[in-house]
T-cell receptor, first 110, second 114 residues
Framework: ELKVEQNPLFLSMQEGKNYTIYCNYSTTSDRLYWYRQDPGKSLESLFVLLSNGAVKQEGRLMASLDTKARLSTLHITAAVHDLSATYFCAVVPGGDKLIFGTGTRLQVFP | DAGVTQSPTHLIKTRGQQVTLRCSPKSGHDTVSWYQQALGQGPQFIFQYYEEEERQRGNFPDRFSGHQFPNYSSELNVNALLLGDSALYLC?????????????FGQGTRLTVV
């Protein structure tokens, strides 16, 4: 059975600190996506990672992909309150359907 | 570009009723996928439409059906609603010829079954 697991499930961090969210998946995937979701809102695309070793950065967020280890990371640098949201990774095991991870709820406090 | 638009944004239905949700894809996109997101969980794939045909289907019962129109817009129909169908329903559009680019999501339809 395909599994996409994220850890931690919940992350409470202080502003200015760094942290990493991990996404492990159990099957091969053409690509990996990271999405952000604010409460009651839809999904906002953050990154699309297409190949082994891919690294993308946008502001305080940096995502990487290791297809051999079936692992992606989302690194947060010097967190600010505006980053508080739930973050999902998603893989594409076949066709175009996205299989989402469990989600990581991030809360940044002063 | 209006992006992916869904209607309605909120809906309340009674158990046993039927509901239709609508989605217009982003301009230039020809593929529409539907997802169900229960509270506190990640989105679950329902099905995908391309060229007016259902191309892939997730683990959802036949009560869930859909349609894609020649203009690429899509509908999701759910019959015999159950309380457990209460969720945020998300539509995503993408391009068949640009498979490696992101899928864009609409704002969702919040369905409450009472």
């Amino acid at each position: 059975e395909l599994k996409v697991e994220q850890n931690p499930l919940f992350l409470s961090m202080q502003e200015g600190k760094n942290y990493t969210i991990y996404c492990n998946y159990s099957t091969t995937s053409d690509r990996l996506y990271w999405y952000r979701q604010d409460p009651g809102k839809s999904l906002e695309s953050l990154f699309v990672l297409l190949s082994n070793g891919a690294v993308k950065q946008e502001g305080r967020l940096m995502a990487s992909l290791d297809t051999k280890a079936r692992l992606s990371t989302l690194h947060i640098t010097a967190a600010v309150h505006d980053l508080s949201a739930t973050y999902f990774c998603a893989v594409v095991p076949g066709g175009d359907k996205l299989i989402f991870g469990t989600g990581t709820r991030l809360q940044v406090f002063p | 570009d209006a992006g992916v638009t869904q209607s309605p944004t909120h809906l309340i239905k009674t158990r046993g009723q039927q509901v239709t949700l609508r989605c217009s894809p982003k301009s230039g996109h020809d593929t529409v996928s539907w997802y169900q997101q229960a509270l506190g969980q990640g989105p679950q794939f329902i099905f995908q439409y391309y060229e007016e045909e259902e191309r892939q289907r997730g683990n959802f019962p036949d009560r869930f059906s859909g349609h894609q129109f020649p203009n690429y817009s899509s509908e999701l129909n759910v019959n015999a609603l159950l309380l457990g169908d209460s969720a945020l329903y998300l539509c995503a559009s993408s391009s068949e010829t640009a498979w490696n680019t992101e899928a864009f999501f609409g704002q969702g339809t919040r369905l409450t079954v009472v």
